[in-house]
């Protein structure tokens, strides 16, 4: 009578081969797994523009560029009129009235704009807003045009002067030869003389009247 021999179990270490290899076949499914999710190479989750460059953040806010307001000076610094510093008088400040030309042709149209001088030894504060600045212009006796007949929006811009310093508006006005009044402002205008006509433009600011006017003519 033959015997059968019992088939020999495996040793312990080579269940523990064996479960190292399932645990190991285990974690490269799930590393696979994370790859495929969490997309290697973007930054935290974040969309990329298609310039290539980050999105902007949600919080971060549009910068601003300041539009330019109606023709007048900038100040720079604006300082109150309490802090101490004197008001600026007619004695103290000189106002100029300028054109870009002597002469114009026909179709251009004069550029104005005013200086103004602090001729005094001390600093002195101003309001150079243009609710403060006057344009006119005037043929002998007759006024022709006035910048704040129809004036939008006038602003008030309290600055410090500082001693012998000129400061000039920007950007100049434009005139364009018709004649202003206050209740023709929605209204086509008239058209000034021209055929070597002869102007004047005076310039005010805060009250303080450009000394001579400044001369041109018209084509």
Known sequence: MSTRER???????????????????????????????????????????????????????PSVTPSVAAPGVTPSPSVSAEEGEPECTAETVTVEAHTDKSTYESGELPQLSLALTNTGDAACTIDVGTSQQVFTVTSGQDTYWTSTDCQVE???????????????SNPA???????????????????????????HLSTSVAGIVSTESAQFLLY
Request: hydrophobic fraction near 35%; charged fraction near 20%; include cysteine.
């Open 154 to 168: 006038p602003t008030n811009a309290i600055m410090l002067l500082e001693p012998q310093t000129t400061i000039t």
């Open 7 to 61: 088939p020999q179990r495996p040793s312990k270490a080579v269940y523990r081969r064996r479960r190292l290899v399932v645990l190991l076949g285990f974690l490269a499914i799930v590393a696979v797994i994370a790859l495929v999710v969490l997309k290697p190479g973007s930054s935290s989750g974040q969309e990329e523009s298609p310039s290539g460059a980050p999105s902007p953040s949600p919080s971060a806010s």
């Open 173 to 199: 006005i434009s005139w364009d030869r018709t004649r202003s009044a206050t209740d023709t402002c929605d209204d086509e205008r008239p058209a000034v003389p021209a055929g070597g006509a002869s102007y």
